[in-house]
């Protein structure tokens, strides 16, 4: 039982362009949603979070979205840099939980185009 | 400061050797994890822990056993590999909850498995 989704595998952009990867979730407890990125090669790193009293996050060029009624988040890149190209991982947590734990998508290849 | 840092980078075991990952953490975190992350699978978690001296099943626990002697080291041990382990196994901590911030875990590079 998949309690975090990404059903997109792989996106593909051109740079300058608008990257949207999304993420959906089914347990209603969770209420604090991160994204990770990760180069090959490497350990993922933290991007960007949003607890679920909001529903817009903003960081320079990356913005995330929770639609808490549709169980949806989505990353957008605006624009996209050929550096943007890595695996982005959606992760969802409980912070009624005492044990800290995230559970991940199983991720997004996103490549970014010259 | 190093952050997360994992010992060894890369290994080859044959099938039925025996091997233990650490994992080392500068940031005085008390909560740390082992993933698995295989091709589609996405990031796994095997065991964990939330204290000196502690630890918990994640969601693939089998066929590993880990240990916390240290608040800052966290072992995972594979008594008896199988093919089946072969996989990039990435090690986290976190503070938990930090004021202003959020529960971003930090992970480390990674060690790559491969049993034969």
């Known amino acids: 039982d998949q309690q975090v989704k990404q059903n997109s595998p792989s996106l593909s952009v051109q740079e300058g362009r608008i990257s949207i990867l999304n993420c959906d979730y089914t347990?209603?407890?969770?209420?604090?949603f991160l994204w990770y990125k990760k180069y090959p090669a490497e350990g993922p790193t933290f991007l960007i979070s949003i607890s679920s009293i909001k529903d817009k996050n903003e960081d320079g060029r990356f913005t995330v979205f929770l639609n808490k009624s549709a169980k949806h988040l989505s990353l957008h890149i605006v624009p996209s840099q050929p550096g943007d190209s890595a695996v982005y991982f959606c992760a969802a947590f409980d912070s009624g939980g005492s044990n800290y734990k995230l559970t991940f998508g199983k991720g997004t290849l996103l490549t970014v185009n010259p | 400061n190093a952050g997360v840092t994992q010992t060894p980078k890369f290994r080859v075991l044959k099938t039925g050797q025996s091997m233990t990952l650490l994992c080392a953490q500068d940031?005085?975190?008390?909560?740390m994890y082992w993933y698995r992350q295989d091709p589609g699978m996405g990031l796994r978690l095997i065991h964990y822990s939330v204290g000196e001296g502690t630890t918990a099943k994640g969601e693939v626990p089998d066929g590993y056993n880990v240990s916390r002697l240290k608040k800052q080291n966290f072992l995972l041990g594979l008594e008896s590999a199988a093919p089946s382990q072969t996989s990039v196994y990435f090690c986290?901590?976190?503070?938990?909850?930090?004021?202003?911030?959020?529960?971003?875990?930090?992970f480390g590079p990674g060690t790559r498995l491969t049993v034969t």
């Open positions: 940031m005085n975190h008390e909560y």
């Open positions: 986290a901590s976190t503070e938990g909850l930090i004021v202003g911030g959020g529960y971003e875990q930090y």
């Open positions: 347990n209603s407890m969770f209420d604090y």
